[in-house]
């Protein structure tokens, strides 16, 4: 039987995602307008994350942290996505992970570090400058965070403002654990494979909503038109 693509995102987000109950990324207030703090010496504005998705990706991260202190191997570190719902269906707009080692060796990676308090790096998503909430911040208050920001802060909100969504934007992570099967049959991806096989999948379903830069091509909107991708059924993975 031929798999198709959508077919393999399909089951992973059932293996996975809970969309009956989403986790949303972004504090937000009764008007649906996205909340701001104030962050570091300079008390600069950044966006707040969601108080549920801050619980449950410093609960994450924390079992990625036992398991390296207690040298268990269990986890390799965390995957994660920021997406949207299409009516029940899942829309990834951006997929990530963090290792549970550093750059080289075998110490904890500084990014999971004091995971229950941490709030300029967390797994990625801190306040600090070079993190995802840091930087999206950066765009949307002074127009200085780097330049893949732009694009979400174009694809993500509707105004700057006030700040308001688009639509809700949710959060998922998972701790990946050793020899887990992948989205695809029969394979126990390690977690950097794992990444790119998502993002793969993500960028042939929804080359138009897919917010990744690394692991698609450089020039995704020409290399998608090229290749007749739409957000369609029929593409198999015998076009490869």
């Not at 962050?39 to 504005?45: H, L």
């Not at 996505?81 to 997929?95: F, K, Q």
């Not at 570090?113 to 002074?142: M, Q």
Request: glycine share 10%.
């Amino acid at each position: 039987m031929t798999h198709t693509k959508r077919t393999l995102w399909e089951r992973w987000v059932d293996r996975f995602v809970d969309t009956a109950d989403p986790i949303p990324l972004f504090e937000t207030a009764d008007d649906g307008t996205v909340q701001s703090i104030e962050y570091g010496r300079s008390n600069r504005p950044v966006l707040a994350r969601g108080h549920r998705m801050e619980r449950v990706l410093r609960e994450a991260g924390g079992r990625v942290v036992a398991d390296h202190e207690r040298q268990t191997g269990r986890y390799e570190g965390l995957v994660y996505m920021m997406y949207t719902l299409d009516g029940d269906a899942v829309v990834p707009r951006y997929l990530g992970k963090c290792g549970k080692f550093g750059a080289s060796g075998t110490a904890l990676n500084s990014n999971l570090k004091s995971v229950e308090t941490n709030e300029g790096k967390l797994a990625r998503w801190g306040y600090g400058r070079y993190y995802h909430f840091g930087d999206l911040s950066a765009a949307v208050f002074s127009d200085d965070g780097p330049g893949k920001y732009d694009r979400w802060v174009a694809e993500l909100f509707e105004s700057t403002d006030p700040i308001r969504l688009r639509e809700p934007v949710y959060f998922w992570v998972e701790p990946w654990g050793v020899g887990t099967e992948g989205p695809y049959p029969d394979t126990r991806p390690y977690l950097e494979e794992l990444e790119y096989q998502l993002i793969g999948i993500a960028f042939e379903l929804f080359p138009e909503r897919l917010l990744n830069t690394e692991g698609v091509p450089t020039n995704p909107e020409a290399y998608a038109k090229m290749r007749g991708w739409t957000d369609r059924e029929d593409t198999r993975l015998s076009d490869f």
